[in-house]
């Protein structure tokens, strides 16, 4: 009998020294023998904590920021939606302590109503093709023709404003439901017990089922008995008599037959009513961008020749986009302004670049890609700009709106990516303007004629049919290429004789500000005469072919 009682109390022992605390679960069963960690676990006195993967692996700092971005007001139809309420409320207690969920609530929310289905950001036409065997019918397919970067969903309960392609309601369900357990199994409260002599012990129960505390209970006879307190179950509490101990109830006992707990119900069967808000859908979009450009060289008793010179160029460009899909109506716009200067000790500051355009296209959707369009490009300079035949003498050839040029065409328009555009305008009319013929004290008069204008009017006007191309290709992540080419024929004189107006913008970018820029600008007009002699204004007249190119380093700014 001795040797059992002292292997007994062994045993004992061996448990109460294996146990970190009266506080704290054991979690280091290292040295323990195989038999007693299974007697200990089938007996629920060591809690083992498995982590079960969900489908969708996120960690907490993850969810916690995915959650996060979708609380942004611009997503949600209404910003006091239940549901992103209890999603705020959740990232906040995700990350701070004490812990008081909207479990509930987020437990029962139909997450399958946020599904939005893959086909909706895409855009399906119909495409018929003709089968060139005998006999077979033609066939009709639907292919994808755009994707769109934002969708919202026609489900009445659908919160958000819009999903972002290629955005998954999935990971919505999966980050809530590894927040709540994560919260859950950390959440914890503290229970004090107060004992004879109004001791006070401090109990923390934490919502991890299992997991149970050892602690002494003292009777009015000043006996100790061992129990175990613990969280069997969420929301619950468990207290057990330690096996084998045995008391004597008190002759003498109270009871206090009007204790009672009051509990408050919260009807949660019904959620808030959410508001339906329409969104105003935005047709126009702005941007624009401005290029600047400074060049210097200096010599001094340079032997091989040349000549110090500053330069300076500034292009500003606007841009106004409007789409509006349920009329089928779209818009492109923009106004450009460049100006430039150049400093040299021989001429002092001259004008070397001059130029205000704007080019606006309104179309409606026709067919396929096609498109009915109307276009109207307008072309004049701001400053007066001069030749100078000799050093001594200057000629005044341009000035504000003396030329002005207006072209304005109706046809179709052909886009067959969204770089890419083909406008055909067989209902075309050209205007060429010189107002000012009779010139300004001191300063010759522009002589119109150069502009191919009759020597006693002020205007020439051409019906004819008008080609406008643009594209932007990017060869390399940094570098776009845009070109623009205009071309006009005059149905009435001389319909062989085209007008050609082409620019070409090489940009590479350096960095977030800086661009290295190659412009060139090619421009044939068989109206437009000049001197063969550039030196002799009396010298026979012809069109001939005007080219500018620009290259340098640019500060570029977009807003």
Do not use: C
Request: charged letters at 25%.
């Amino acid at each position: 009998m001795r040797k059992e009682f002292f292997k007994s109390l062994a045993i004992l022992m061996l448990i109460w020294l294996s146990l970190p605390g009266r506080t704290q679960v054991l979690t280091n069963t290292k040295g323990l023998p195989g038999e007693l960690i299974d007697s200990l676990i089938s007996s629920g006195y060591v809690y083992s904590d498995l982590e079960r993967k969900d489908s969708v692996s996120l960690t907490s700092e993850q969810a916690v920021k995915f959650l996060q971005k979708r609380l942004r007001m611009q997503y949600w139809k209404d910003p006091a939606d239940p549901l992103r309420v209890a999603l705020g409320q959740l990232v906040f207690e995700a990350s701070h302590d004490p812990y008081d969920s909207a479990a509930i609530f987020l437990r029962k929310y139909p997450f399958d109503s946020l599904s939005v289905d893959w086909d909706k950001f895409y855009i399906w036409e119909p495409l018929r093709l003709r089968m060139p065997v005998a006999g077979l019918r033609d066939t009709t397919i639907l292919v994808v023709i755009d994707t769109l970067h934002e969708v919202s969903s026609d489900h009445p309960d659908f919160p958000f404003r819009y999903f972002e392609y290629p955005f998954q309601s999935d990971s919505i369900k999966a980050a809530v439901g590894l927040l709540m357990d994560q919260v859950e199994a950390r959440d914890s409260s503290l229970i004090l017990f107060t004992g004879a002599g109004n001791t006070v012990t401090p109990v923390w129960l934490n919502s991890r089922s299992g997991m149970m505390q050892r602690h002494w209970l003292k009777t009015n006879l000043y006996d100790s008995a061992t129990i175990w307190i613990g969280a069997q179950d969420k929301n619950t509490i468990a207290m057990y008599l330690e096996n084998g101990i045995g008391f004597t109830r008190p002759a003498r006992q109270e009871v206090y037959a009007d204790a009672r707990i009051d509990i408050q119900q919260i009807d949660r069967s019904k959620l808030m009513d959410v508001k339906k808000i329409t969104v105003k859908p935005q047709y126009w979009k702005y941007r624009s961008e401005a290029a600047f450009a400074l060049n210097q060289a200096h010599m001094d008793n340079w032997v091989k020749g040349g000549e110090s010179s500053v330069s300076t160029s500034l292009d500003i460009t606007g841009f106004a986009d409007y789409n509006n899909k349920a009329l089928k109506i779209t818009s492109n716009n923009f106004a450009r302004l460049k100006y430039g200067l150049i400093w040299t000790d021989k001429y002092g500051i001259r004008k070397n670049l001059d130029l205000l355009e704007t080019n606006s296209k309104v179309n409606h959707k026709a067919f396929g890609k096609f498109d009915f369009s109307a276009i109207m490009l307008f072309k004049t300079q701001l400053a007066r700009g001069f030749t100078y035949p000799t050093d001594t003498t200057r000629t005044l050839v341009s000035k504000f709106m003396n030329p002005g040029i207006i072209t304005l065409g109706f046809g179709l328009d052909y886009k067959p990516n969204k770089t890419t555009s083909i406008n055909f305008s067989p209902l075309s009319y050209k205007g060429t303007f010189v107002t000012d013929t009779t010139g300004i004290k001191g300063v010759d008069a522009v002589d119109q004629t150069k502009y191919g204008i009759a020597n006693d009017r002020k205007s020439k006007n051409e019906p004819g049919a008008s080609f406008l191309f643009t594209n932007e290709f990017k060869p390399f992540t940094t570098v776009t290429v845009t070109n623009r080419l205009q071309l006009f024929t005059n149905y009435i004189k001389n319909p062989q004789n085209i007008d050609i107006d082409w620019e070409m913008i090489l940009t590479a970018k350096l960095n977030w500000f800086t661009d290295v820029r190659f412009n060139t600008h090619l421009i044939f007009d068989d109206d437009t005469k000049s001197p063969v002699d550039p030196e002799d204004s009396k010298s026979k007249k012809t069109a001939r072919v005007q080219f500018k190119e620009l290259l340098g380093f640019s500060f570029i700014f977009r807003f």
